[in-house]
């Protein structure tokens, strides 16, 4: 059975969506990137946002202090994933998974492990970049590559032609591995699998994601 669609939201509600945005978090890429695929780009306005400054005001779009955030005049939509839901009523005809009922629910069951990669990988960021670093715990990283290792075997395990759609999952796996190239670059995770890289040569190059890659905002 299909998941729920949301019903699409009036004119008044999608005004002036607000993105909190910050341009190094895989996750607020990923909803970028899918706007821009959907079209609507032009549709949010998007608000830098540096959830670790003193002063910053996330809270207020966010309560549990993360990005990416979207401030509706509905009410706060919280969650890239969510956001991307979101994001898909503004463009039905562009539907961000497949519709027959098998191939969506591979797609999302592929989905969520690219996004478990995902928040392993910024897990592995924080500790390694935010904890002083007499009190790094090093069992605890190895523990965060153990579940990016094992999920990238997963994924590239699954048939090719489940990477063949521009879809919520290959565009989520897309900036994964673009993430994992920007903050866990000694895990040289193509050698191991080369259909990864393969498709990673080929999704990169696609223009939503080379004006979001995070290189381009050090």
Known sequence: MAL?????????EVAQPRLRHAPLSPFARKVVVVAHELGVLDRIEIVPCDVWAPDTDIAGDNPLGKVPALRTAAGAIIGATLICEWLGTLA??????????AARWA?????????????????????RMRRPQDKIWEGWL?????????GLAHLAALPAEERANIDLYTLTLGC?????????????????HP???SFEATISERPSLQATAPVRFI
């Open 4 to 12: 729920p669609q949301p019903a699409p939201l009036t004119a008044p």
């Open 92 to 101: 039905p005809e562009h539907p961000l998974l497949p519709q027959e009922p």
């Open 176 to 192: 994964t591995l673009g993430y994992l190239d920007f903050r866990l670059p000694h895990l040289d995770w193509r050698a191991d």
């Open 107 to 127: 797609a999302l069951r592929a989905h969520a492990v690219a996004d478990g990669i995902m928040e392993a990988a910024v897990t592995y960021t924080m500790e």
């Open 142 to 150: 190895e523990r965060q590559e153990g579940k990016i290792c094992r």
């Open 195 to 197: 259909q990864l890289a």
